[in-house]
């Protein structure tokens, strides 16, 4: 075998598993809340506890997402300004912050007061994040429910 097609084969299969460690990240990152922070009426800060049971170093560049109660829109998640390093087998506090939408809160309130018993809060968006080296888009569509 020529050394042209041996360094061919060799990238080949490291550009594969690195991808395989992308992939297994997407599947691998825990997230709980930890605190909140009212900074005014309509907007607020939540620290994540980002929890990374793989064996990648991950690097959370950025998050951008919409919040729901049922089906009714409640804000934009988001996080722009700075990163978060989450190395293999660790955990991190990341802030996102929640704007909620003037014209939807209303009717969003109102849904909530109709079924207060059983709150379903539903997290859709997406994460721009670096695993080992490689940046890549993980989805993530979280559904919380609060019964009481």
């Known amino acids: 075998m020529k050394?042209?097609?041996?360094?061919?084969?060799?990238?080949?299969?490291?550009?594969?598993?690195?991808?395989?460690?992308?992939a297994r990240a997407a599947n691998v990152l825990s997230i709980n809340l930890v605190g909140i922070r009212m900074?005014?009426?309509?907007?607020?800060q939540f620290n994540v506890g980002i929890q990374n049971v793989s064996?990648?170093?991950?690097?959370?560049?950025?998050?951008?997402?919409?919040?729901?109660?049922?089906?009714?829109?409640?804000?934009?998640?988001?996080?722009?300004?700075?990163?978060?390093?989450?190395?293999?087998?660790?955990?991190?506090?990341?802030?996102?912050?929640?704007s909620l939408s003037g014209l939807s809160l209303p009717s969003a309130i109102r849904n909530a007061l109709n079924d207060y018993q059983n709150l379903q809060f539903t997290l859709k968006g997406n994460v721009n994040a670096t695993v080992n080296g490689i940046n890549t888009i993980i989805p993530f569509n979280t559904d919380l429910e609060f019964a009481i």
């Open 39 to 44: 900074i005014d009426f309509l907007t607020y």
């Open 55 to 98: 064996n990648a170093n991950i690097t959370i560049n950025s998050l951008a997402g919409d919040v729901y109660i049922g089906d009714t829109y409640l804000g934009n998640l988001s996080q722009f300004s700075g990163s978060a390093s989450v190395p293999a087998n660790s955990q991190t506090v990341y802030p996102v912050y929640l």
């Open 3 to 22: 050394i042209g097609n041996l360094l061919l084969w060799g990238g080949a299969a490291f550009l594969l598993w690195n991808i395989g460690s992308v």
